[in-house]
């Protein structure tokens, strides 16, 4: 009961917050569902480098500022890279008063602590009891100190909360569940404690670490309610992402990301820039797509990604068409820097930067795991639309060879969406090319991996110019996955001075614009189709419907005088129209006549029974 009203009073408090700051404010936009907390854009940040601050003063920093983000961001942590771009934007497009004048200083940084925060929580650094507090420095509105800093702290008049150096996640998952975000959880190793924090005060999250598959992990995840998403990294992709998914828990890569409770208190036009001229298919040509990989990393997009000379620090971008992945909540979650990287992508008569959705949609997560993916695409759906994203790249396991997995059906009926290229997990290629169409949105497999272990540059070029130059077969086509931490842009500059002439490289937008005309169209010419297995039939029959992708049918089963004939049917949807087996035990023999009957059309088939 203590403990309910407990977090009754953390909700009014936080309620209170943000509503006497927002008066008078624009609020920041959320997609319907949204997940990610906020409050209200700042005019002024004061700007804090790492390299002068103690790691115990960077811990009370980060506090401090996801504290001050819950009302108004203050505080914007510089450590060159891509940090530095992302505040002189702040300051060049939105009209931010930058200030220095509280760099390299602790006690003057105090001053920013808000008004209605009067304690603190006693922690080490870097071990269970940091990430403590990290989890509880938002719920109870208290700042994260080491023993360092404890006599400082106190000088200043503030108390201390709690003492939380000898407790761990399990304690806090105990004793304090209740106050915890339901959408929101932060996954992150102790020695990174200095990452994420002040996001996961912003959110009220739980910031916890422990093996993928122990019991304080099943427990913190059960916590969640479906849909809800992981923000930091496990020590193995594949399990972190798997358990995660099992949750129905979207991951973002976002380890060492800093500064997000101030950079997701923004609104920013996050539209791609670039040319959209029309497709057009050229005869006697191979059509080639370069896709770089881990567009799902937030703390990359953040920091490296857009400085680096290896990607789109690259001054040679615009020489050639590149696809890029970016994650589609990034609108919400730094909606200026998704906005930076879009004003700062290339697009020349030589070439573009063109962005499609990072695996698996809003967020990393493997789609036939995942229990919630109906409403997971419902939402991502709205992350693309804000965005300007419509291809999205899945990252799966899937069942067999075909590229036709079941639950891709769930993205495509997404408005937005225009096509998916699909990598399988153990090997982006295993696919090998193949692709299908859900009416004129294509799914296309990779074909190849610019990656060590598979092809080199020059293995890859040689197969590119020997592949077939039919524009309207499958084969005509060649989607490549591009390992980003293992290539750049100048590896995909080399790749393509080796090309014949008969080979051409276009953007994602382009690609699918061709297969969707050359391959897709003319698909959909065909007349809705049934087939009726086997026939004659003893105690069960198949239908197999194909064309026809809407779920507005009715499926019906009558004897030659008409009389309805109740029978048990299961419903297989398939990619391009259902499959119906029908449980015929206990009819007589005899000729039966099976309908299926859409708003257009009645179709029927004569189908008979044996004994």
């Not at 029309?278 to 080639?288: K, P």
């Not at 994203?389 to 408005?415: C, R």
């Not at 592949?467 to 293992?486: F, I, M, Q, R």
Request: hydrophobic content about 40%; charged content about 20%; some cysteine.
């Amino acid at each position: 009961e203590n403990l309910n009203l407990l977090k009754s009073l953390v909700l009014w408090v936080s309620i209170l917050q943000i509503g006497f700051n927002c008066f008078g404010q624009s609020l920041i936009h959320r997609i319907e569902n949204s997940p990610y907390p906020s409050s209200v854009q700042p005019d002024t940040l004061f700007v804090f480098s790492d390299e002068l601050f103690t790691h115990s003063e960077l811990l009370l920093l980060q506090s401090i500022q996801g504290l001050c983000a819950k009302i108004k961001p203050k505080i914007y942590r510089d450590k060159g890279s891509g940090s530095s771009i992302w505040i002189q934007d702040l300051k060049d497009e939105y009209g931010v008063h930058v200030s220095y004048e509280m760099d390299g200083n602790i006690d003057t940084a105090l001053t920013l602590i808000p008004p209605d925060v009067y304690g603190y929580i006693l922690c080490n650094m870097n071990d269970n009891s940091s990430n403590v507090a990290n989890s509880l420095c938002g719920p109870f509105n208290a700042l994260a100190v080491t023993p360092e800093l404890q006599v400082l702290i106190e000088s200043k008049g503030y108390t201390q909360i709690l003492d939380v150096r000898d407790k761990d996640e399990q304690w806090v998952i105990d004793n304090y569940a209740a106050l915890m975000n339901e959408r929101i959880i932060t996954y992150q190793r102790e020695d990174k404690c200095l990452f994420l924090g002040d996001y996961s005060i912003l959110s009220n999250a739980l910031h916890f670490y422990d093996d993928i598959h122990s019991a304080t992990t099943e427990n913190a995840f059960a916590q969640l309610e479906p849909n809800s998403v992981l923000f930091g990294w496990g020590d193995d992709e594949y399990q972190t992402v798997a358990k995660a998914s099992e949750y129905s828990i979207g991951v973002h890569p976002a380890d060492w990301g800093f500064n997000i409770s101030t950079l997701t208190n923004f609104n920013a036009q996050t539209k791609q820039q670039v040319s959209t001229a029309a497709a057009e298919i050229q005869e006697n040509t191979h059509t080639v797509c370069f896709l770089m990989s881990d567009g799902d990393n937030i703390q990359w997009m953040l920091n490296l990604f857009a400085e680096d000379s290896r990607w789109f620090g690259s001054e040679n971008r615009g020489l050639m068409d590149i696809g890029w992945t970016i994650p589609p909540s990034l609108s919400e979650i730094a909606p200026t820097v998704m906005a930076k990287i879009y004003s700062m992508a290339a697009s020349t008569d030589l070439g573009k930067d063109y962005f499609v959705a990072g695996p698996s949609g809003h967020t990393y997560h493997f789609p036939e795991l995942f229990p919630e993916l109906e409403a997971s695409c419902a939402i991502m759906n709205g992350y693309l639309e804000k965005s300007d994203l419509s291809i999205v790249n899945i990252l799966g396991n899937a069942y067999n060879d075909s590229i036709y997995q079941p639950e891709l059906k769930e993205y495509l009926k997404q408005e937005q969406v225009d096509g998916l290229f699909y990598y399988d997990y153990s090997n982006y290629s295993r696919m090998k090319g193949s692709m299908d169409c859900y009416g004129l949105k294509p799914i296309v497999s990779a074909k190849y991996n610019l990656w060590g272990g598979f092809e080199t540059g020059e293995s890859l070029a040689q197969k590119l110019n020997n592949a077939s130059k039919d524009p309207y077969s499958v084969e005509g086509y060649t989607l490549v996955a591009v390992h980003a931490w293992s290539n750049s842009v100048d590896s995909l500059l080399y790749v393509n001075a080796l090309l014949d002439e008969g080979v051409r490289v276009v953007a994602p937008d382009e690609f699918i614009a061709l297969i969707r005309e050359s391959i897709c169209a003319p698909q959909t010419q065909h007349q809705m189709s049934l087939a009726a297995f086997p026939n004659p039939f003893y105690d069960q029959i198949q239908l197999t419907v194909q064309d026809y992708l809407s779920d507005d049918f009715i499926i019906s089963l009558e004897d030659v005088s008409g009389k309805s004939v109740p029978v048990e049917i299961e419903i297989i949807e398939t990619l391009d129209g259902w499959i119906f087996n029908l449980n015929t035990r206990g009819l007589v023999a005899g000729t039966y006549l099976l309908h299926f009957i859409t708003p257009e059309e009645n179709k029927t088939l004569k189908v008979f029974k044996y004994d």
